[in-house]
């Protein structure tokens, strides 16, 4: 991926630079108040200048995030725009405003984000939005504060997560037992969604037998969700259930049962990659587990910020737009886009796919 000399040493080698076509390579993630570039105009970049998007995760390290770069970076070649993504170490409230601020100050034309917590960083997002930038929010959404982004692209129809990853449980355990849920950060709103939907669906008459004994927070961090899930293993013997709507504490909990030998009586199911969970799944720790394609979430993404940076998609409810190789997507209440259902991921397929 080429990138622009920063201003500072593009003035000191203004004859090479000329010579060599004022490009150069740029690392990947740069720090918070790296070097600052053009000012953001709001307006469709011209014709002869490539527009400028980065995506911002929620945290460095999880291969979940890898995958929806990897979507942004095909379609970054199919469109013909530069990219970049930078990432806080950790999935802290706070940690991606410097990370905000910084792609403000280099006039980038859009801004792609998993949001660790809306709170924290509306502030940021509507200044972004003030300069002309797009903000679009990826994977997790802003509820209650849909006015600090332009849209959002989600994985699939949230008012279904925590539903689905009930009934997913259920069929495992026979409807019938304690189960504990591994989770993100308290902040994370995607998380708290699904969480509250899978409360919900506990109260009708079909689950009344499975009963929710703890909500734990592992904050996305490998080793902090390992001992969460081995806490639940031996605080709740009669334990017969994790359910982990992420990808880090998925693979933690299937970890933690697989150490304790445990899977014989604890079923662990969740949302995973097939990579990630390839192990599990061949030596029966884990059964079953769900997931949409994250990189299609990225492609998406990038398709439907090709179209507003160029002033070609006018997001609205009901409004459709073709999204590359995906076809056709439309948007939703509170311009909201959809990628597409979950699959379901077992011993008999989970060879068929490599994310």
Known sequence: MRRRLPAALALVGLIA?????????????????????RPATGDAAPAAQKYRVVYIPKNTGNPYFDDIIAGFRQASGELGFEFDTVAPASAD????????????????NAIAISPNSPDAIKPALKEAMAKGIQVICVDADMPGHEEGRTAAVLPMDFDET????????????????????????????NQNYWIKGMQETLKEPKYKEMKLVAIVYGNDDPQKSLIEAENLLTRFPNLRGIIAPTTVGVAAAAQAVETAKA????????????????????????????LWSPKDMGYLCAYLIDGLVKGTI?????????????????FRDKNVVITGPPVIFEKSNIDKYNF
């Open 17 to 37: 630079v000329f010579a060599a076509g004022c490009k150069q390579e740029k690392p990947s993630a740069p720090p918070p108040g790296a070097s600052p570039g």
């Open 314 to 330: 006018k997001p609205a409810p009901g409004v459709s737009f073709t999204a590359g190789s995906l076809g056709e997507r439309s």
């Open 93 to 108: 409230a706070a940690s991606q405003i410097p990370f905000i601020k910084q792609q403000i100050q280099r006039g980038v």
């Open 263 to 290: 899977a014989d009586r604890v079923q662990v199911t969740g949302l995973g990659t097939p990579n990630q969970m390839r192990r599990f799944i061949q030596n029966n720790t884990v059964q079953k587990f769900a």
């Open 162 to 189: 925590g539903k689905s990853q009930i009934e997913l449980m259920g069929s495992l355990i026979g409807y019938k037992g304690e189960i504990a849920i591994l989770s993100a950060t308290t902040d994370a709103p």
